[in-house]
């Protein structure tokens, strides 16, 4: 992580800082030390969420962000929250949760260091790119430590982290968990042909047959990135999230003035596919990109055609990311239509620590039980992936 230019820590010249929200810290100052593939601890991704409500005061996600500084440089930041419950973290606790009850001990509130309704994965532990990231880390995490610990919270949770991250949490006593999603990665394809010759005959064909059936509707898939989205795009997006929460959920995580924000703030970093036939929008998805990594968001649809998901969600999109270099696509949890489809399982690391002694010692056994089984589901999933490359198991940790 570090290199021997990266300047080094004197804790005579660091001090911590709380703030409650993000507009307490200027964006250009904060966007400077964010990593260049992750966009959803930028300024304008975290102002939306608290401009719009949907994180904030009884919403179950109260944001805090502990900054790092020495002198009055930002050089390191961890953005958590204080959740009452554990909706919509995807790296699932409720076990936990119920244990503690049973033993009569409280679970909420307690910390999670994530994104909202985002399982992406990406860095937690934020730091500036020419400081020693192990020893400013360090400084941060003790401090999560100290302060959770004064609040008396059942326990610090960070989610969907990188495995650098993870081993750094290790040493500071945290429990590594092992999950798994399916991610695409851009083998230098010259073309989405290219990329399906990468796969088993059986699915070439049947995604060629599937692209197929939508050109015979007369269904289009267009792209808009950036100043080609316009307010009726966003629109026909929000229509379409409402429509697959109101069947998933019956709740909406997110409301129309995150994506109104997104629109006004956020546009650079976006990117939407919009379905149409007849010329009326049917179905589309939100992404939204950074360097070198597109991530699949909300999807949605008005009218029920099959395989219009894989379009707008799997295959519109790889067929941008090959366009643009872009070298991962994250589209999301779960996922065997995903697998089916050119995606690789690959594992999906957070890190807990619980204030209790016995939880903490209890939960550590679970978690080394599980961590096996999940490397060997991961392994599995890949050598009957149709993908050829990922039957070789030789993808890197990321």
Request: net charge positive.
């Amino acid at each position: 992580m570090d290199n021997e230019n990266t300047k080094k820590l004197s804790k005579e010249s660091i001090s911590f800082q709380i703030c409650h929200s993000i507009i307490e810290v200027e964006k250009k100052e904060y966007d400077s030390i964010q990593p260049d593939n992750n966009p959803f601890f930028e300024f304008d991704f975290l102002f939306a969420l608290e401009k719009s409500g949907c994180v904030g005061p009884g919403t179950g996600w109260e944001p805090r962000h502990l900054l790092l500084r020495e002198g009055k440089k930002l050089i390191g930041a961890i953005t958590f929250y204080l959740k009452t419950d554990s909706y919509g973290e995807y790296i699932f606790d409720w076990q936990w949760a119920r244990a503690y009850q049973d033993a009569g001990l409280r679970y909420y509130p307690k910390a999670v260091v994530g994104i909202p309704f985002t399982p992406a994965t990406g860095r937690r532990i934020i730091v500036r790119a020419d400081y020693d990231y192990g020893m400013c880390g360090r400084a941060l995490i003790e401090k999560l430590i100290e302060i959770c610990s004064l609040k008396s919270l059942s326990s610090i949770h960070f989610l969907f982290v990188t495995y650098e991250e993870q081993e750094l949490l290790c040493e500071c006593g945290f429990l590594s968990r092992l999950t798994y999603q399916y991610h695409w990665f851009n083998s230098d394809y010259l073309g989405f042909d290219d990329f399906l010759s990468d796969l088993r005959s059986g699915r070439r064909k049947q995604i060629k047959k599937e692209r197929r059936r939508l050109n015979d509707l007369g269904i289009e898939v267009n792209v808009f990135e950036k100043d080609q989205i316009r307010r009726e795009h966003i629109d026909c997006i929000w229509e379409f999230y409402l429509n697959t929460t109101s069947e998933k959920w019956g709740n909406a995580y997110l409301n129309r003035k995150f994506f109104d924000l997104v629109f006004e703030t956020y546009r650079d970093r976006t990117v939407l596919m919009v379905a149409q036939m007849e010329n009326r929008p049917v179905g589309g998805t939100i992404n939204f990109r950074k360097g070198d990594k597109l991530y699949g968001r909300y999807w949605g649809c008005n009218i029920k055609v099959p395989y219009l998901h894989f379009e707008c969600c799997y295959y519109k999109p790889i067929e941008f990311a090959i366009r643009n270099g872009i070298k991962v696509f994250e589209a999301g949890a779960q996922g065997e239509h995903k697998f089916l489809r050119g995606f690789e399982a690959v594992p999906i690391y957070s890190s807990h620590f619980f204030f209790n002694p016995g939880a903490q010692s209890s939960i550590d056994n679970f978690l080394r039980g599980e961590r096996p089984y999940m490397r060997s589901l991961i392994s599995e999933y890949n050598r009957h992936s149709p993908l050829k490359r990922a039957r070789g198991g030789n993808r890197k940790k990321s």
